[in-house]
């Protein structure tokens, strides 16, 4: 499957300052920005703007950026499932994940998220995919937000609804072990049948068990 890119661009005026939103952004691009030292959410700053270079030079990887002048202060990442995962068992190669997505505290409120996903959508080649994002709660800042579990859960979801992204129903055991915790997908208008059927199996490998 070819995986083309194209760019796409929007301006976003917050109440702390006017952001660029865009991508996907190149590998040279990225490794030439700087990145915001309260980007923290997933590893220390160095190793995750290095995660996201690497992403991006691959095949299927696609980093969306905020940022402020030359420095990152917000991305999401979407590239092929982890292979312990279950959702890469099914070796699909039009299914992709929504792995990753961190906007600096400075911005949070203003609706920067929503922003990098609208921006995601953007580009037509989005309609070939199944594009999903697994949400766990001890992923979120419930501590830098003073959100408790089910208000930040909404906050996702109203993030996520914002890039054409729902709750889909799943019997995944990380999924299903905290009803905060919940699977998200958007199915792009080009997806075949039978990719729907095995991205089905994938989210209810269990039923067969009992």
Same mark, same amino acid.
Request: hydrophobic fraction near 40%; charge should be negative.
């Given at each position: 499957? =070819?995986?083309?890119? %194209?760019? /796409?661009?929007?301006?976003?005026?917050?109440?702390?300052?006017?952001?660029? &939103?865009?991508?996907?952004?190149?590998?040279?691009?990225? $490794?030439? *920005?700087?990145?915001?030292?309260?980007?923290?959410?997933?590893?220390?700053?160095?190793?995750?703007?290095?995660?996201?270079?690497? &992403? $991006?030079?691959? @095949?299927?990887?696609?980093?969306?950026?905020?940022?402020?002048?030359?420095?990152?202060?917000?991305?999401?990442?979407? %590239? #092929?499932?982890?292979?312990?995962?279950?959702?890469?068992?099914?070796?699909? =190669? +039009?299914?992709?994940?929504?792995?990753?997505?961190?906007?600096?505290?400075?911005?949070?409120?203003?609706?920067?998220?929503? /922003?990098?996903?609208?921006?995601? !959508? *953007?580009?037509?080649?989005?309609?070939?995919?199944?594009?999903?994002?697994?949400?766990?709660?001890?992923?979120? =800042?419930l501590k830098g937000t003073g959100?408790?579990?089910?208000?930040?859960?909404?906050?996702?979801?109203?993030?996520? +609804?914002?890039?054409?992204?729902?709750?889909?129903?799943? =019997?995944?055991?990380?999924?299903?072990?905290? @009803?905060? /915790?919940? %699977?998200?997908?958007?199915?792009?208008?080009?997806?075949?049948?039978?990719?729907?059927?095995?991205?089905?199996? %994938?989210?209810? !490998?269990?039923?067969?068990? #009992?």
């Amino acid at each position: 499957m =070819d995986h083309p890119k %194209l760019y /796409n661009a929007k301006e976003l005026k917050t109440a702390k300052g006017t952001i660029m &939103i865009e991508g996907p952004v190149s590998k040279e691009q990225l $490794a030439s *920005m700087e990145f915001h030292e309260d980007l923290v959410a997933f590893r220390i700053p160095d190793q995750q703007h290095k995660a996201l270079i690497e &992403i $991006a030079g691959l @095949p299927e990887g696609r980093i969306i950026i905020a940022r402020e002048h030359n420095t990152i202060v917000g991305y999401v990442t979407y %590239l #092929y499932p982890d292979p312990l995962e279950r959702w890469s068992q099914g070796k699909m =190669d +039009n299914l992709i994940e929504l792995g990753a997505i961190e906007v600096i505290p400075k911005y949070r409120g203003a609706s920067v998220g929503k /922003n990098l996903l609208r921006v995601s !959508m *953007m580009d037509d080649a989005m309609e070939d995919y199944i594009v999903i994002t697994t949400e766990y709660y001890w992923h979120w =800042d419930l501590k830098g937000t003073g959100l408790n579990v089910w208000d930040y859960r909404k906050v996702m979801e109203k993030m996520m +609804n914002a890039g054409g992204l729902e709750y889909y129903a799943t =019997d995944d055991p990380e999924i299903s072990s905290h @009803p905060a /915790n919940c %699977l998200m997908a958007r199915i792009g208008s080009r997806i075949d049948p039978e990719s729907i059927q095995k991205f089905d199996q %994938l989210r209810f !490998m269990n039923r067969f068990m #009992y």
